[in-house]
């Protein structure tokens, strides 16, 4: 049974070309590959609940500030003061992929245990860092430790004192966020090494496996730890090259390996546009880290140009859009799908994937009002669109990866409109329940060796804990209440309803939103009915299925229960809290900067009328909409404002609308794919020409493809036929030309000039005949060159010297 | 360690003569007295890593005396920040480029003579603080090449050998013209001598008087910079490069791309900007603009090639047209960042072409088409090849990528109007440059094995130790300049600060 994994045989994709369970591939025995009985308690079970009340112990000792070790007791209240904690976070796994690379296989086990333990070990760290901030309970905390990395001065003429001028720092910046990611990504990272161990046992490249997981989280974490855009850059192309990596893990498969070079090119688009942002950052303000450019941005670096710092602001955010999938370069993270499934839990669901959230979270200060429109836009599109082409998919993976994208896009659009706590919050919330949703497919696929739904069907009976660990993550992802996911979406809902009101150009986001929410729920129900309930519609796949061992199920419980747990306490909205707009800033003083304005900033109300309408309306909605949108929930958060009558009420509206669409989008999958009243077939047939749009993803891969991908190509090729033919065809045709006149030359040279020259080489030769006695005949050619050197280089003197008096008759004139 | 520099330059031509001198059957003693040539620049490079002052932009290691008095011409060695890192690139290299090349049956000796001769012109090259004795290692660096081209190559060695020697040699007349126009029209205010001092040369103020008029002084620095954009190679005179490369034995393929292509720049840097600072500022944006050309043309083309070291060989001109676009900024950043680059792009593309070689050698043919599926048989040398490619097209945390980001941040910080639209455009190379590599990688490593060209698998074998020995050294400088660039950029800002001020000074007063 466990000799197939089901890579995308489902798809009609060949399985990879060395197969699966060959023992003779150096595997360090078949402990490993024992299968536990997800029934009774085994070793396996004993290490996780080990590690859950370990994961408690080490939160419950940050929170105190005190780690009791027996009689001793080590201060935590020095945890942040030294960069060392965070250090030891970020290099475990980097250790850990080097031992694996060149150590892997002659390791025990083939070294797992190298890195599961190296990332369980930051697990531990950051759970105690995240008690540690809950225990200080300061939204505003922050450390900050940086070394000089490179350093180039300039001098302002030749000799002079040295100025830097180019200064990039690496160094650590901790605070609540970069805390709660740490969190993500180690908790996710580390469940989901768990589960690979039990995934991939039969893999030949098991080792390899582990290897660039670790490398993976080393990127991701440095992507969370680093205080400066530069390094983010940094990290977030490593990030891009593990995603490679292990999207095309068995790259023996043509698809696979087209669709990591894809993953890795589409990013690239987007890094392009991130760095021409960093770049105009840096220009403008001198600065590279966070709180530099804040700092610089805020008291006036980009002047009067605001439009430059909008466009700014958008570049930067380019980088989201290729990271995080967002219309239109959404289009690499579905065929990702061709990575193992425990990659795109922890990659391409939790953690990579929303490094474009983190991105506009961390630079949230610089983003200009209009900015953030733009973002919200980008993100409301796209959580509808990536939504309705879910509902049409029939690959459990694919229905994710788009579920994916929809839910990024809401993420996007809340932090566009304003809701920053929630955006972020739902980021929190996504990684545990979507990573639960794609390792349960994971157990899925293992168990029906298909990816294809409609040959599942029945398999609640056969493998409860994975069905009841999904059921609770989709109850959270569609939105249904005391469900995490019910609180954060609810939060960016509520949120952008209130934008909406101050920025009309936000309505059509807040119908993208709801209709969004209610399509997710329909999806997300049509895929647990479709694969757990009814009758089995593939007997034969399912007489083989079985419930994954515990290795694999446990994870599953902890994120099912996560996908309930994790929004409460309050604690999130509390530590999180919206910084102070450095763009807001910008603008006042661009606006102080205008002609019009008067030197000190109290201007009469009826001066706006000469300085046209714009210039009355900038400052206000720069302090109105970035400064001062109330977070939802605040409370000790001593930077949110009180709460409003309107957020109320657009909150409780929210709240309504969301549950009965929710309702609705459940209620219509139900008497779908549960009752059957509801033909699918039907209404597809009907909406023919709708249905097949969603079928092919609005045909946006084949539209790159005919318009961007092809004309490279083809221009590449016209480029290199011109190389060959003009470029090169002209240097040839100079030689040619050469070559005829030096025959020309020669054999005027023959039967003229060496007429005359015969004489006096009859001379030469006796000469040199003479010499030969003495020496080799070899020689004498030797002699012949030297002398006609020198003639040349004399000749070639006179003539130099004569032109360069010609050159200062030149000169005098 | 007075002497460091002419150790450095004349011990492989010593051990070039002691091969000539060594009888022709023992191959194994002539290949280890090369090594040992070859290696005691590098052992003492180590010293000049050590020695090397990174606090002042002077020339170190000064070595000085007449050698033609009555043409005022001196043999005056010297190096600064500019040529520091190529000296010690060049020992590298050269050292590496030996045990590359131990398979050579082919006349020995000659080969290893030819070989050493070749790198005793190019530390040369980069030691000669007199612009004669600069043309002079110039031209010795032209002849082996061209010998070695010529007789160990490949199927069209005789074409691509006058293509390249011809190519050269139109430089060189160039430079020559150009150098005996400053050494008539330039005096020491010392010694009211004409000198060939490049040193003096660059001090303009004090011999204003003997300054040209912009139309020659232009002309001359036309001339300067195409003689040294032929070697670098910029669009249009880049085509000598892919037959050059694809002709070439490896390790000479090795030679040429690592090193000589960065006499072009260094050339520049060294020469045509220094002399003719003026000149060299009006000239920029059109620097930069080549620069472009050379970033998105050479992408273009080397993504059309189906052979693997053309392939490379385009995409040497594609990362020197980086080179040139963080040159023509004339910002610190840039200078720095041009710099790093032609020692990043150095070390990189020695190993793309290593790496070249070692497959040519088990299958001998390098068609892309024909490969596929190699990543499961030879997962080592898989390796090898994607840490490349990796470093090739920038990834960060290996030394290609910060190199080509400084080179942009440079050209960024230029600030005109109309350089910031070369850069952006330049940036389309970031993508070009991924595309090609993935691809290729694609097509040769990832997928099935293909199914027309069966025969060949038989003589794919893992890379060997003595290759592995040859590529790891590489491996290190590429993974320690991409983590910790400082040491190395130490090294060079001081000068390249000293030479950007100097340019904006006459930018400004000009």
């Given at each position: 049974m466990s000799e197939d994994h089901g890579h995308g045989q489902g798809h009609g994709h060949e399985a990879p070309a060395h197969g699966h369970g060959h023992d003779d591939h150096g595997h360090g025995g078949g402990e490993h590959r024992t299968h536990f009985s997800p029934a009774g308690f085994t070793p396996g079970l004993a290490v996780m609940l080990l590690g859950i009340v370990a994961g408690g112990w080490c939160f419950s000792a940050g929170r105190s500030g005190h780690l009791a070790l027996g009689p001793a007791s080590i201060d935590l209240n020095g945890l942040f003061d030294a960069p060392w904690a965070s250090l030891v976070i970020l290099c475990l796994p980097l250790v850990a992929a080097f031992v694996q690379i060149f150590f892997g296989r002659k390791l025990p086990r083939n070294g797992d245990w190298v890195s599961t333990i190296a990332v369980g070990a930051g697990l531990a760290l950051s759970?105690?860092?995240?008690g540690r901030i809950i225990g200080i309970y300061d939204w505003q905390f922050e450390r900050v430790h940086e070394m000089e990395w490179i350093s180039l001065f300039s001098r302002t003429f030749p000799g002079a004192q040295d100025v830097v001028t180019f200064r990039v720092p690496m160094g650590i910046l901790i605070d609540n966020v970069t805390v709660i990611m740490l969190v993500v990504v180690t908790l996710v990272s580390t469940l989901v090494h768990i589960y690979s161990i039990g995934y991939m046992a039969d893999d030949p490249r098991y080792s390899r496996f582990f290897a660039y997981l670790s490398i993976f989280t080393f990127s991701m974490l440095g992507l969370v730890l680093c205080n400066n855009v530069f390094a983010l850059y940094m990290f977030w192309e490593l990030v891009g090259l593990s995603s490679y990596l292990l999207i095309g893990f068995w790259f023996e498969k043509k698809s696979?390996?087209?669709?990591?070079?894809k993953a890795f090119l589409v990013n690239r688009v987007g890094d392009i546009g991130m760095f021409l942002?960093?770049?105009?950052?840096?220009?403008?303000?001198?600065?590279?880290?966070?709180k530099g450019i804040f700092g610089s941005v805020a008291n006036g670096a980009f002047g009067a140009q605001m439009g430059l710092l909008t466009a700014a602001g958008v570049l930067l955010f380019m980088g989201a859009v290729g990271k995080s999938a967002q219309f239109p370069l959404h289009i690499w993270l579905p065929d990702a799908m061709e990575g193992p499934t425990p990659v795109s839990a922890l990659i391409h669901a939790a953690t990579m994937v929303a490094a474009g959230v983190y991105l506009v979270t961390r630079m949230y200060p610089v983003f200009t009002p209009n900015a953030l429109i733009v973002i919200a836009w980008f993100g409301g599109f796209t959580a509808i669109f990536a939504a309705t082409i879910a509902l049409c998919a029939n690959d459990i993976k694919k229905v994710l990866a788009y579920s994916t994208v929809s839910q990024l896009g809401y993420m996007i659009m809340g932090l566009g409109a304003g809701a920053y706590t929630n955006g972020f919050f739902h980021l929190w919330t996504h990684a545990f329940f979507k990573a639960c949703l794609f390792l349960g497919s994971g157990s899925v696929i293992h168990a029906v060796v298909t990816q294809d739904m409609r040959e599942m069907g029945g398999l609640r009976r056969k493998m409860p804990i994975t069905f009841w660990t999904m059921l609770l993550s989709t109850l959270a992802i569609a939105g249904v209440p005391f469900t995490s996911g019910f609180t954060s979406k609810d939060g960016i809902l509520g949120d952008l309803l209130f934008a909406a009101h101050e920025h009309p150009a936000l309505w059509p986001v807040v119908i993208f939103a709801f209709a969004g929410a209610g399509l997710t729920a329909f999806y997300m129900f049509r895929l647990i009915f479709m694969t757990f309930t009814g009758e089995p519609r593939a007997k034969e796949k399912f007489e083989h299925a079985h419930e994954s061992p515990w290795v694999m199920a446990a994870p599953l419980v902890i994120l099912g229960s996560l996908a309930i747990l994790s929004d409460k306490g309050g604690w999130f909205q509390e530590l999180v809290g919206?910084?102070?707009?450095?763009?807001?800033?910008?603008?006042?003083?661009?606006?102080?900067?205008?002609?019009?304005a008067k030197p000190h900033a109290e201007k009469a109300p009826g001066h706006e009328g000469d300085a046209g309408p714009s210039h009355a309306k900038a400052p206000d909605v720069g302090s109105g909409y970035v400064?001062?949108?109330?977070?939802?929930?605040?409370?000790?958060?001593?930077?949110?404002?009180p709460h409003s009558e309107e957020l109320h009420h657009a909150h409780s509206a929210a709240m309504v609308l969301s549950i009965l669409v929710a309702g609705l989008g459940i209620g219509l999958s139900f008497f779908?794919?549960?009752?059957?009243?509801?033909?699918?077939?039907k209404i597809a047939a009907a909406a023919a020409p709708v249905h097949r749009l969603l079928l092919n993803k609005y045909w946006i891969d084949e539209f790159f493809h005919e318009t961007l991908v092809k004309p490279a190509l083809s221009i590449s090729r016209a480029c290199s036929r011109f190389d060959l033919k003009v470029v090169d065809g002209f240097v040839n045709l100079w030689g040619k030309a050469t070559e005829v006149w030096s025959w020309i030359a020669g054999t005027f040279d023959q039967k003229v000039v060496d007429g005359a020259v015969n004489g006096t080489a009859d001379v030469v030769m006796s000469a040199g005949a003479a010499l030969s006695r003495f020496q080799t005949g070899r020689l004498k050619t030797y002699l012949a060159w030297a002398v006609a050197g020198l003639v040349i280089l004399t000749g070639g003197f006179h003539l130099v010297t004569h032109w360069a008096q010609i050159v200062e008759h030149l000169t005098r004139k | 360690m007075n002497h460091i520099l002419s150790l450095m330059t004349f011990v492989p031509l010593l051990g070039a003569a002691i091969i000539i001198a060594l009888p022709r059957q023992k191959?194994?003693?002539?290949?280890s007295v090369a090594a040992c040539a070859a290696g005691i620049p590098l052992f003492l490079s180590y010293f000049i890593w050590k020695g090397f002052d990174r606090t002042t932009a002077a020339m170190q290691f000064v070595e000085r005396f007449d050698w033609i008095p009555m043409f005022h011409i001196q043999y005056s060695m010297g190096i600064d920040g500019i040529s520091v890192t190529m000296v010690m690139l060049t020992a590298l290299i050269s050292f590496i480029c030996i045990f590359a090349s131990w398979n050579i049956e082919k006349g020995v000796k000659g080969y290893f003579a030819l070989f050493l001769l070749l790198e005793t012109g190019m530390m040369g090259v980069f030691c000669a603080m007199d612009f004669f004795l600069f043309y002079v290692f110039w031209e010795v660096m032209l002849l082996p090449m061209y010998f070695l081209i010529g007789i160990w190559g490949g199927p069209r060695k005789e074409y691509a050998a006058i293509k390249f020697f011809m190519y050269t040699l139109v430089g060189s007349v160039l430079m020559l013209v150009v150098m005996l126009v400053f050494y008539f029209n330039v005096t020491d205010p010392a010694t009211h001598e004409h000198t060939f001092d490049l040193l003096v040369l660059r001090n303009q103020d004090a011999n204003s008087g003997s300054l040209l008029v912009n139309s020659v002084r232009f002309l001359c620095f036309i001339g300067l910079f195409v003689g040294f954009a032929i070697k670098v190679p910029m669009f249009p005179f880049h085509t000598w490069l892919p037959d050059a490369h694809v002709e070439a034995p490896t390790a000479i393929s090795v030679i040429l791309a690592g090193i000589l292509l960065k006499m072009g720049t260094y050339g520049m840097f060294r020469i045509a900007f220094p002399l003719l600072p003026d000149i060299a500022n009006d000239c920029a944006w059109w620097i930069g603009l080549f620069g472009l050309i050379n970033i998105v043309y050479g992408a273009l083309c080397a993504m059309a090639q189906d052979d693997l070291k053309k392939l490379v060989a385009y995409s040497s001109i594609s990362h020197m047209g980086y080179c040139l676009l963080g040159m023509g900024a004339m910002t610190t950043a840039g200078f720095n960042g041009a710099m790093l680059q032609m020692f990043n792009h150095g070390t990189i593309t020695s190993m793309l072409f290593l790496l070249v070689g070692v497959i040519y050698e088990r299958v001998h043919h390098r068609w892309i088409s024909r490969f596929g599926g190699l990543a499961t048989m030879v997962p080592v040398y898989t390796g090898f090849v994607t840490f490349a490619f990796f470093a090739s097209l920038g990834l960060p945390g290996l030394s290609g990528f910060i190199s080509e980001a400084m080179c942009f941040i440079g050209a960024w910080q230029n600030g005109t109007p109309a350089y910031l639209k070369l850069t952006i455009l330049a940036t389309s190379g970031i993508l070009l440059g991924a595309a090609f590599h993935l691809w290729a990688l694609q097509r040769m490593f990832l997928g099935e094995k293909n199914k027309i060209y069966t025969e060949q698998y038989h003589h794919v074998t893992e890379i060997n130790g003595r290759e592995i020995f040859c590529l790891v050294p590489l491996v290190i400088v590429i993974l320690w300049v991409g983590v910790y660039p400082g040491p190395l950029l130490d090294m060079m800002n001081v000068s390249l600060s000293d030479l950007q001020a100097f340019m904006a000074h006459y930018k400004y007063n000009h």
């Open positions: 759970l105690m860092m995240l696979a390996a087209d669709a990591q070079k942002g960093i770049l105009t950052f840096f220009l403008m303000t001198g600065e590279l880290t966070y919206k910084p102070e707009s450095a763009a807001a800033a910008a603008i006042a003083h661009a606006e102080a900067m205008k002609p019009g400064g001062s949108l109330p977070v939802a929930h605040a409370g000790a958060n001593p930077y949110h404002p779908t794919y549960q009752k059957k009243l509801i033909d699918p077939a | 191959h194994e003693l002539v290949k």
